[in-house]
């Protein structure tokens, strides 16, 4: 799964006008080619698991333990940064995370044993937590506000190719040069974003928050617990899972490298089409689309279980996987735009939060699970917690419906 992509504008209205201020698009899509390098590096080994386990010499869960670091230390960045983002030149702030994932990924494909690899996770999460942390605000600063939904809808667009094809493209690169290579191959990428965003991006002095920013003031409502907690536990259930994807479908459905990049490209394309779908089904039923996926998703655990040895069905299986998992944050973004319109910011922040901590916590538990039982105990637990995450769905719908009465 990719970073969720930001809907919400920290509060300002999208509708007032510009008062003349220019638009940098050169700046937007400086932006979106380092969401692009961003979200590749981060779930790259997703398909690189079985290569690099063997090269460090740790097993496969440990391996997979590189996405649990970076979604610890995103956790970490993206309730410290924006705190940080208020009193320091933004510009600056994104220069210096770009620089940080060309570091991370130069030490990730270089690492001589699995310490130095999982430093070099570490450095990339802190980039994810802070980047997604600042990406409505900077947005806001980067266009006009009328134009500011356009321009994250083009961040998000980085977002969606890179889901699309880091796995498959990441699988295929091993096969030529190496896991190594893969990371290596992103660098030139984040290098050239680096460079992009210093030539295209214009002085961003830092903004005063807007609604209070007071993070603990929004647990006090029901409504908003309750949603964070569906939020966290859907994201545990789905990475306990797509995380030993690889290992899977190599030892279970017999697949071979290529055949592995065209299922991972088909679980990516469809995805990519559930990002484009879902908006009418969250008009026609908000919090019903919320809470089907994780039972669908749930389903599709368990049939892979049963039916993992076929590349047929285990190919079709996944394609739906990707089709609503990828879908499924575009409505948690809205759901906190609706929620918070006026502290879009803070609520925010804390969604990359629980998204990250979630993700570190699936797949660490994922992982373990995979090591000590198998692929079976860890789908078990994934199916588990997806049919958890949707209940808690249709409490939040009753704590909302509680609330606006």
Known sequence: MAAP???????????????????????????????????????????????????????????????????????????SIPAVAGRIHRKALLLALTAMMCVSGAIVGLAPNYLTYMVGRALIGVVVGGFWSLSAATAMQLVPPSKVPRALAIFNGGNALATVIAAPLGSY?????????AFLCLVPIAVLAFAWQWFSLPAMPALPRAGSGN????????????????????????????????????????VGVSMLSLILLALGVAGFIGTLLIGRFLKAGFYATLAIIPVVMAAIAVLLTALGSSVVATTVLLALWGLVATAAPVGWWTWIAQTLPQ????????????????????????????????????????AALLLVGAFLVTLTARASHAEST
């Open 173 to 181: 690169l091993a096969s030529i040069m190496g896991w190594r290579g």
């Open 343 to 382: 502290d879009a910011e803070a609520g925010g922040g804390l969604m990359v939060a629980v998204v990250q901590l979630s993700i570190a916590l699936g797949s660490t538990a994922g992982g373990l699970l995979f090591d000590a039982s198998g692929y079976q105990a860890t789908f078990a637990f994934s």
């Open 215 to 254: 993070v603990l003031r929004l647990f006090k409502s029901r409504r908003f617990v309750l949603g964070m907690l569906a939020v966290g536990i859907f994201f545990m259930g789905q990475f306990a899972l797509f995380t030993y994807l690889r290992p899977f479908l190599e030892a279970v459905t017999g």
């Open 5 to 79: 992509a930001i809907t919400a504008t920290a509060g300002i209205p999208l509708d007032q006008e510009s008062g003349g201020r220019s638009a940098h698009w050169g700046g937007v899509f400086a932006m979106t080619l380092c969401v692009f390098a961003l979200i590749a590096s981060e779930f790259m080994p997703v398909s690189l698991l079985t290569p690099m386990a063997s090269d460090l010499q740790v097993t496969e869960g440990m391996a997979g333990q590189g996405i649990a670091i970076s979604g610890a230390f995103a956790v970490l960045a993206s309730l």
